[in-house]
Structures are given as C-alpha cells and as structure tokens.
C-alpha cells in the first residue's frame, strides 16, 4: 500500500521560514520523481518544484525560484521543501506527490503522478 505522509505546514509571517516534509511508503523511493503542489481557495492545484529521482536535478516555478528549495533523502524515502521569504500569496494547502522516474512525462504536470498526499496547510499572514 503506497502512503505519502507530509508534516511540517502551519501559520507564519510574512518574511518567515517553513520546512515541508513528505515521506513515502510503499514503493522503492528512488524510483520516483517527488515533487509539490498547492492550491489556494478558488484556485486550480498548481506546480511548486519538484526533483528527479537521484536528487540531481530540481525543477521550480517562476513564483517560488530563489526562495524555496526541494531535497530528498533517499534513505529516509522523505522529501522536503524549505521555505523562506514566505509571501502571503504563498497561503495555500500544500500537496506532495510522487510519479515514476522513468516515463516521458513532465515534473511540471499534475498528471505525471501517480500517488498524492492528503496535503498539509500553509498560511503566511501577518
């Protein structure tokens, strides 16, 4: 049974710092490009970052490039995001999500993955 647990969202203000968490039961870690997602009240899941499974290679929308950074262990089958100079148009429910490493699809779309956690909440307020 394939589980991704994240941990680590919460409320803080604007300027502050954030580390997301996510980790992956179920499957051979390795094998999967992780990445995360968002979605504000009234806005359509949009792409955050994601990163390749060798941990090589990350991926950043426009938005969040210079701020937020991805990693992953893959010992410890977890991924983070760490947040800083956090917005409030940041505020959203953050999702992890992993996808097979080896197909053609792009780190940038929703539909490149497979499994989905039950997201965890992000408020940046002052």
């Known amino acids: 049974q394939v589980q991704l647990v994240e941990s680590g969202g919460g409320s803080v203000q604007p300027g502050g710092s954030l580390r997301l968490s996510c980790a992956l039961s179920?499957?051979?870690?390795?094998?999967?490009?992780m990445g995360w997602f968002r979605q504000a009240p009234g806005k359509e899941r949009e792409f955050v970052a994601a990163i390749s499974g060798t941990g090589f290679t990350p991926f950043y929308a426009d938005s969040v490039k210079g701020r937020f950074t991805i990693s992953r262990d893959n010992a410890k089958n977890t991924v983070y995001l760490q947040m800083n100079i956090l917005k409030p148009e940041d505020t959203a429910v953050y999702y992890c999500?992993?996808?097979?490493?080896?197909?053609?699809?792009?780190?940038?779309?929703?539909?490149?993955?497979?499994?989905w956690g039950q997201g965890t909440q992000v408020t940046v307020s002052s």
């Open positions: 179920g499957r051979t870690f390795s094998s999967y490009t």
């Open positions: 999500a992993a996808g097979w490493a080896y197909t053609s699809g792009s780190p940038y779309s929703r539909t490149n993955y497979d499994y």
